[in-house]
């Protein structure tokens, strides 16, 4: 069966041999017959003869023609076209969008066909014998496939866009990148080949044709003078020829804030005025300096830095309106000062470093400011007053005055009163001009010996009068000048204790005498030591001449652990006729302060450590009696080490050293149980015995043994003996406590052996009575055999007795 394309499609061409194509539907006949008549004249290649040869079929979309679309033709070569064969089409669309003339093969479209809904379809083909509807051929399938149009116009699928740049931006910085996208098929004409341009926003940025990608166009884009742009981006497709389809979209970009201006005041001086009764930290006045930034880039900090007011005002800044708030720091005063200058700067404290060669970023300004005269009420000489007056004085006695005056550039005068509030009883009054208080009638000490009044000044000629206020103290004195008896008591008063860092020559406390009768004005008082004390080395007293006097201390280190308390009697004599005085114990006492001079107590405590003995001193006592219980406890451990013994064979219990056994010994001849050349030569067993629980200083050398030599007898018990002599003085030997056994019994005895075994039976004329010559340790031996006549043998020499 073989495809024919119509002209309402595109013919598709044979594949090649050997390739699998999907256009490989179908196949010809008499191809294969011209390939045997070649072979005949030639020798040439033969294949197998391929069954279905097949090409594609092609329909335009969005076609609107009044009659269905032909799309191609089916023929079979079994078909004879006598009208035995019939076409069946079956797949995707098969009787509804595809239609096929049974008869003759062509395929029709009776509909539109949209390539971007759907872009192939896969149909099936049969040729059947029409009569028995059996098929002729297997079933073929072939593709039907959409061909594209331009029918799609390009479309911005994120729109609007919001860009934004930093303003003063070089050319060609990237702003960002826009996209639009086609439906049309890319593979196949320029359909959905697009291309960018700008539409608005020129000559302040540009597009890239193919990429899309906005860039600025102008340098130094100021954001203070244009913020925002309106710029239009369009799409075209059909490589933006002609006939292409476009679509658009609007892109706002946004120039963003660079610290590229510096600060600045509008004003180069500013003028401010202030009263002189304005407080401290009270406003004068605000200065701004203007920074078109924004944000951190449009932050000013405001200081002073000169003037003749930089101790009087003080400058703040105000976080809401970043203004410079200028304060009084302290009060100001119009006759003393009139005229202030101050100097401003203002300053970005974030300077962008691109930017720094375009001037410094800060400015200066000039502020003077004008102190304003207020009106301030007069001010008293004194700031308090102490007058006397005797008692029952007649009415009209001048108590003393008080005078205030104008501290203003005006100087008006001054008038006084007494507010009725502080003398209620009305005792006093004062002249309203020259400010003289008078009694207004006779005074009792006995009923109020103290008065104390307020007086009030203000000055004359004003509207709204202010008043400032004097207090004043008068004291009603007796009238009796010499009295009989005068009682005097101390008023101590403390100025200066450091406890246990007094230094010598300081004052420490002033005394004072109040005299309980009353004496005239110039009453006086006088203090000195009593003489008992008068030379003491702690303490002097210096009379003041001012009825006062002051005690000092005369040397330093005073200490609560030697003496707390001391007692110095001070007598105080008046001035009065007679002169009268008495004697006043003062007691001082020595209290304990920390390190910042602050008393912590004076009460008498009882205290745990011994005089003299510090903290420091008892921590050493401690340390020494730790190392002497360690010394003791390090010794203890030696003595008992030292009782183990010292001579251990292979670190195993003694007990394991002893051996029972039952067997006799060999005598002499047996040199296996032990080294018979020692025993049988006692002068070489006099060799050097080290010490095992000690070093020796100093190894001397060997000294000889006893005085026997070989070929002579030994005496046993000497030998023993300077042995044990030669152990308790050679410091080399081993310890007392070590065992030394010694079972060497002569050599060549006289007497020969002294085994009675076989001794009755052996016959024998020795004498033995010489043992009687050997001491008293032999003399159970002389007596055995010197006074019996038995006969002795000589053989039995090597036998232990």
């Known amino acids: 069966m073989s495809g024919d394309h119509r002209p309402a499609g595109t013919a598709g061409t044979d594949s090649p041999a050997g390739t699998d194509s999907p256009a490989v539907l179908a196949g010809h006949p008499s191809l294969h017959r011209h390939r045997e008549r070649a072979g005949k004249e030639g020798q040439v290649l033969h294949r197998s003869k391929r069954g279905w040869v097949w090409n594609q079929f092609f329909v335009i979309e969005e076609y609107t023609g009044p009659d269905p679309v032909l799309v191609g033709r089916l023929h079979s070569d079994v078909d004879s ?60 399938e072939f593709i039907v496939k959409v061909q594209d149009i331009n029918d ?3 479309e911005f699928l994120h729109r609007p866009y919001f860009a934004r740049v930093p303003e003063m931006s070089n050319v060609g910085t990237s702003v960002m990148q826009v996209t639009a996208t086609d439906a049309d098929d890319p593979t196949y004409g320029n359909s959905a080949r697009l291309v960018y341009s700008i539409l608005q926003g020129q000559p302040y940025f540009s597009v890239e044709s193919q990429t899309g990608i906005i860039r600025t166009a102008l340098p130094n884009m100021d954001r203070e003078a244009r913020q925002e742009y309106d710029v239009v981006i369009q799409a075209k497709d059909m490589g933006g020829h002609m006939g292409g389809l476009s679509g658009t979209t609007e892109v706002k970009i946004t120039l963003t804030d660079v610290n590229d201006n510096p600060p600045k005041f509008p004003q180069s001086v500013y003028t401010m005025s202030v009263l002189e009764d304005k407080v401290s930290g009270e406003e004068v006045g605000r200065v701004k300096a203007k920074d078109p930034d924004q944000g951190e880039n449009g932050l000013v900090s405001y200081r002073l830095t000169e003037g003749d007011g930089l101790g009087v005002f003080e400058l703040t800044t105000d976080s809401q309106t970043r203004e410079a708030v200028i304060k009084l720091k302290k009060m100001v005063d119009y006759e003393t000062k009139r005229t202030y200058m101050l100097r401003i700067e203002g300053s970005n404290p974030h300077v962008d470093p691109r930017f720094t060669a375009w001037g410094p970023y800060r400015d200066e300004a000039t502020v003077k400011i004008m102190v304003e005269d207020a009106d301030e009420p007069p001010v008293f000489v004194a700031p308090s007053y102490n007058f006397e007056v005797e008692e029952n004085a007649p009415a009209g006695t001048q108590v003393g005055r008080v005078h205030a005056k104008d501290t203003d550039v005006a100087n008006n005068p001054v008038r006084y009163m007494i507010p009725r509030y502080t003398d209620v009883e009305q005792f006093f009054s004062v002249n309203s001009e020259d400010g003289m208080i008078t009694t207004t009638r006779p005074l009792d000490r006995e009923a109020q010996a103290w008065h104390n009044i307020s007086v009030a000044a203000a000055e004359i000629g004003t509207n709204t009068p202010a008043y400032t206020h004097t207090g004043i103290i008068v004291n009603v004195c007796t009238m009796i000048h010499l009295l009989t008896s005068r009682h005097l008591s101390l008023d101590i008063m403390m100025k200066h204790l450091k406890s246990f860092q007094l230094y010598s020559s300081l004052c420490i406390f002033r005394i004072s005498a109040v005299d309980k009768d009353e004496m005239a004005h110039r009453q006086h008082f006088t203090f000195s030591l009593a ?13 003041n001449r001012d009825s006062t006097a002051s005690v000092h201390v005369l040397r330093k280190g005073f200490s609560r652990l030697t003496q707390d308390v001391y007692f110095l009697p001070v007598e105080i004599s008046d001035n009065g006729l007679p002169s009268l005085s008495s004697t006043q114990t003062l007691t001082v006492r020595v209290c304990s302060c920390d390190s910042r001079d602050t008393i912590l107590s004076c009460n008498v405590e009882p205290y745990v450590l011994p005089a003299g003995l510090s903290t420091g001193a008892l921590i050493a006592i401690l340390a020494c009696i730790v190392i002497l219980l360690a010394i003791v406890v390090l010794f203890v451990a030696l003595r008992r080490q030292k009782k183990e013994p010292l001579i251990l064979f292979e670190e195993e219990d003694i007990r394991e050293n002893i051996i029972t056994y039952d067997d006799e010994g060999g005598g002499e001849e047996d040199t296996e149980a032990f080294d018979i050349a020692t025993l049988q030569n006692p002068d070489g067993a006099n060799s050097f015995l080290p010490r095992k629980d000690m070093k020796p ?14 070929g002579h007898s030994v005496d046993v018990d000497d030998f023993i003996k300077s042995r044990i002599a030669e152990a308790d003085s050679d410091p080399t030997a081993p310890p007392y406590d070590s065992i030394q056994i010694y079972g060497y019994e002569g050599r060549d005895s006289v007497a020969g052996s002294l085994s009675s075994l076989e001794s009755v039976t052996t016959e024998s004329d020795l004498d033995y009575d010489y043992l009687q010559s050997w001491g008293p340790r032999f003399k159970r031996l002389a007596d055995l055999y010197g006074t019996k006549d038995y006969p002795m043998n000589d053989t039995d020499d090597g036998e232990d007795s």
């Open 531 to 543: 003489p008992e004390i008068a030379h003491n080395h702690n303490f002097s007293l210096k009379d």
């Open 697 to 710: 200083e100093l190894q001397g050398a060997l000294r000889p043994g006893p005085g026997s030599t070989r």
């Open 152 to 154: 799609n116009p390009p």
């Open 81 to 140: 076209g006598k009208g035995r064969c019939k076409y069946i089409l079956s797949g995707e669309g098969a009787g509804t969008i595809f239609v096929i003339d049974d008869k003759t093969g062509n395929i029709h479209a009776t509909k539109t066909l949209d390539r971007e809904e759907q872009a192939q379809y896969t149909l099936t083909a049969q040729a059947v014998d029409r009569d028995t509807n059996k098929p002729l051929e297997p079933p073929s």
